[in-house]
């Protein structure tokens, strides 16, 4: 596909947050004390932080300025009314509930809705929504379409495998699902959009067999960008009209306000159902807080009223879209196999076809995201075996994951595309040295989620050495 244009930043820079990169040999100190952990880095270690792109985007002057808004009344604050009617008018609901991210949406959620037992459909779970399924005693079921499985270079890769959906209903039953739920750009298989398309067929098979459809909707501007480009129909239409078009489809949606909300923390759940809002306020006051307010302060309700309506302005997403674009295109230049297409709001590199001599059980994404922190003081994150590895707690078996994968995540309105070349001309070096790398083996670990704490020990031959200052 021939490269775009690469549209410039548009917007100017008022306030800079200065960052620094360690040496060479402090970085490597620094490593080997978080036991080779990106997780156990503080932040004074990194220099470009691609570790995601939740709660870390810059905030906008308008943003700022609405801050000093903030009402900070208890129950009825006008923020929290100026909040509400953005998303109503956004999301096309008539019942807002705040709550400080996306886990807390979904504990609500699903904690009102889901039955010991019941299935809950969705083209790919976020880890949270899978673990908050899990915890109500919830069954979570995938159906990602055929091509997210593969290196097939097809637009809209995150779409929902319909007919394998409908089937899956006829054998379990409608009322063993309460909800069916779209992921809204398909963060887990790479940032991958879902057509306007395919959210109309699962609405139409949801309302077939009377199953509330629901979205997890953490980058729906992104989505709806997607649409515009490379949907038959849509290019002439604005992003507000493609996101109300979407939301239009489905009768709730919950939403992680820290991504394509551009603010640092905030989410919400907005539904239809009178009998349905009634019920997760009650819940949102025991455990989040009052239902003007839920977790958030007042000021933080005024900048997502802000930052919900700024995303949808297509020279912000125009550059949002493109400048990832741009990264992964240099990532692959620089002789890293990626992911194709490129998604929304990060780039993952193929470390497993990367680092072909290094066994998934030595973790090839370990090797590939220390070697970016050593050679570039740039932290990404292991998207593999380490992530979703372990142990068969049945059998004892010893788990690898699909893909070993390593995602670096762009925060929104953060760097600029030099940052990003930085990264870009540190990758070529680690790909030029890539057989000299060598694996890893954990020393300790948790029980869950052991990407986050576990201790590791390089195994030889280990590191480049390339010094770069
Ligand atoms: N849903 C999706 C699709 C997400 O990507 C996330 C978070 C959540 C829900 C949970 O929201 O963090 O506000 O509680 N994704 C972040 C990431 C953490 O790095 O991809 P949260």
């Known amino acids: 596909m021939q490269r775009k244009r690469q549209p410039a930043e548009p917007y100017r820079i008022k306030s800079v947050e200065p960052i620094k990169l360690l040496t060479r040999k402090q970085r490597e ?44 009344t208890y129950a009825g604050a006008t923020s929290f009314r100026r909040f509400e009617s953005v998303v109503k008018d956004l999301t096309r609901k008539n019942f807002v509930v705040p709550c400080h991210q996306g886990r807390s949406a979904e504990n609500l959620f699903f904690s009102t809705i889901l039955k010991k037992g019941d299935y809950v459909p969705n083209n790919t779970h976020f880890d949270t929504t899978r673990a908050n399924t899990l915890h109500k005693g919830g069954i979570a079921v995938d159906f990602p379409c055929e091509a997210s499985n593969t290196d097939e270079y097809v637009s809209f890769k995150g779409n929902m495998d319909v007919e394998a959906l409908e089937q899956f209903i006829h054998e379990k039953g409608a009322d063993k699902i309460p909800v069916i739920v779209m992921t809204v750009t398909n963060n887990s298989i790479g940032g991958q959009p879902v057509s306007m398309k395919n959210i109309k067929d699962v609405s139409a098979l949801c ?21 515009k480009r490379d949907e038959p129909g849509y290019a002439d239409k604005s992003i507000r009209d493609i996101a109300h078009e979407m939301f239009e489809q489905c009768d709730g949606v919950m939403m992680s306000a820290k991504k394509d909300g551009l603010a640092n923390i905030g989410g919400f759940i907005a539904v239809n159902d009178e009998d349905l809002y009634r019920r997760l306020t009650e819940l949102l006051i025991i455990v989040e807080g009052f239902m003007t307010y839920g977790g958030l302060a007042g000021r933080d309700l005024e900048v997502l009223a802000v930052g919900l309506e700024e995303v949808l302005e297509f020279d912000y997403l125009d550059f949002r879209v493109e400048q990832v674009r741009y990264f992964g295109e240099r990532i692959k230049e620089a002789g890293i196999p990626i992911v194709e297409p490129i998604g929304g709001h990060a780039v993952f590199a193929d470390a497993g076809k990367f680092l072909s001599h290094i066994p998934a059980e030595q973790f090839p994404g370990q090797t590939l995201t220390v070697a970016l922190y050593l050679e570039g003081g740039v932290r990404a994150v292991e998207i593999g075996s380490l992530m979703f590895g372990g142990e068969d707690p049945n059998t004892g078996e010893k788990l690898t994951a699909r893909r070993e994968l390593v995602r670096m995540a762009v925060p929104r309105r953060v760097y600029t595309n030099s940052h990003l070349d930085y990264v870009a001309d540190a990758a ?8 000299k790398l060598g694996g890893y083996k954990i020393t300790r670990q948790a029980a869950f989620l052991r990407h986050f704490t576990c201790e590791m020990e390089q195994l030889a031959p280990s590191g480049i050495g390339v010094e770069m200052k």
């Open 428 to 435: 070529a070096r680690i790909a030029e040295a890539k057989d």
């Open 29 to 72: 100190e620094r490593i080997k004390q978080a036991a080779y952990n990106v997780f156990r880095l503080d932040a004074t270690d990194i220099y470009i932080d691609l570790l995601t792109d939740s709660g870390t985007a810059a905030m906008s002057n308008r943003q700022w300025a609405a801050l000093m808004m903030g009402d900070e």
């Open 207 to 227: 309302k077939q067999h009377h199953i509330p459809f629901f979205f997890d909707c953490a980058r729906f501007a992104e989505n709806s960008y997607f649409i």
